[in-house]
C-alpha cells in the first residue's frame, strides 16, 4: 500500500473497544487499502485464485479479476484454498513493557486477532495457543461458523504470565501438529536464539510452514534513556545501574546483532521473518502474512 493508504496508529486501534472492533477495523481498513492500492494484482483476491497456466481450462478464467488487476486467473479448488493456521502468542512477562500507549502483549493481541479475522474472511482454519513457559491458553484450529469469536474471547482474556520458554511449547506443538499447514510465532524472542531457533526448525522438517512476526518495543531498539537508573527485569527481577550514554551504543549493536542472527538464521531455514515495532501500523503484519501465504498456496 502506498500513496493514498492510510495506516493505523496502533494507539488508535487501542481505543476502539472491544478487540472484535479493533481486528474488523485493522482489516477492513486493511483491504480496502489494497484495493486501492498501484500495485495491480496484488489483493487478497490471490488466496482464493492462481495465476493462469497453459492447459488450463479457459472456461476457468475469472474476467472480473481480469478487469481489475490485468491479469489472468482462474479459481482455485477448494482443497488449494483452504489452510490450517496455528496462531502463537508470546505472553511472557517481557511482553508486558510499553514505553508508550501500548505494550508489546497488546499490539500482539491486536495483531493476531486482525489475522484471524482475516483467515476467517478466506475460510481457514485457524486456532490460537498462548503461552509463556508453558501453554497458558489453548483454542484449537478450526474454520466452524462462531470459531473467530471463540479465539477473540480468548485474545479478550488474556493475561501477562511468567518467564519465557518459546522452545518448549514450538516442540509440543510441532508434535501434535499432524496436517502441513501455517505456524505464525508473534514474540518478543527475547530468549535463548539457538533454542527458539531450534524449536521453529522442528515445523520446517515436517513440513510446515513458519512466519515470525518479531514485535520489539521502540525504546527496546534505541535505549533513548537519559538519566542514570536502575534497571530491572521483568520477568527475573534481577536489577543493574546504568548510565545509558556509556551503555547505549553497545546496547543496540547487541540488539542489532541479535535481530540479524534470528533474520538470517531463520532465512536459512526457509522461515519468514517479519520485525514489527509497537509504533509500526499493524497493516504491516497483515501484508506480510498474505505474502507467506502467497508462497504456501
Not at 500500500?1 to 496502533?10: C, F, K, N, S, V
Amino acid at each position: 500500500m502506498a500513496g493514498e493508504a492510510r495506516y493505523l496508529d496502533p494507539a488508535i486501534v487501542a481505543r476502539l473497544g472491544t478487540i472484535d472492533l479493533k481486528a474488523r477495523t485493522i482489516v477492513e481498513g486493511f483491504l480496502t487499502g489494497l484495493h486501492r492500492s498501484p500495485y495491480k494484482g496484488f489483493s487478497v483476491e490471490f488466496a482464493e485464485y492462481r495465476q493462469y497456466l497453459p492447459g488450463d481450462d479457459l472456461a476457468t478464467l475469472d474476467w472480473k479479476v481480469y478487469a481489475r488487476s490485468d491479469r489472468h486467473f482462474v479459481k482455485k479448488y477448494e482443497e488449494e484454498t483452504n489452510l490450517t493456521c496455528h496462531l502463537l502468542l508470546d505472553v511472557s512477562g517481557s511482553m508486558g513493557y510499553g514505553s508508550g500507549p501500548i505494550t508489546k502483549l497488546q499490539y500482539g493481541s491486536y495483531l493476531s486477532g486482525a489475522l484471524a479475522y482475516l483467515m476467517n474472511r478466506q475460510r481457514d482454519a485457524f486456532g490460537l495457543i498462548a503461552f509463556d513457559d508453558r501453554i497458558a491458553s489453548l483454542v484449537p484450529a478450526s474454520a466452524r461458523t462462531g470459531h473467530l469469536r471463540a479465539v477473540l474471547l480468548a485474545l479478550e482474556r488474556l493475561k501477562i504470565g511468567a518467564g519465557t520458554n518459546v522452545a518448549k511449547p514450538l516442540r509440543d506443538l510441532a508434535a501434535a501438529v499432524r496436517k502441513r499447514g501455517l505456524v505464525v510465532l508473534v514474540s518478543d524472542l527475547l530468549d535463548d536464539p539457538q533454542s527458539v531457533l531450534d524449536g521453529l526448525k522442528h515445523f520446517r522438517y515436517r513440513g510446515t510452514d513458519v512466519v515470525v512476526f518479531h514485535v520489539i518495543d521502540p525504546y527496546e531498539l534505541t535505549f533513548p534513556f537519559e538519566r542514570s537508573a536502575r534497571f530491572r527485569d521483568i520477568e527475573t527481577a534481577q536489577e543493574v545501574m546504568a548510565v545509558p550514554s556509556t551503555v547505549r551504543q553497545d546496547y543496540v549493536d547487541r540488539m542489532q546483532a541479535r535481530i540479524a542472527h534470528y533474520k538470517r538464521e531463520l532465512g536459512l531455514a526457509g522461515i519468514d521473518y517479519c520485525l514489527l515495532d509497537t509504533s509500526q501500523p499493524l497493516e504491516l503484519g497483515l501484508m506480510a502474512y498474505l505474502m507467506t501465504r502467497r508462497r504456501v498456496l
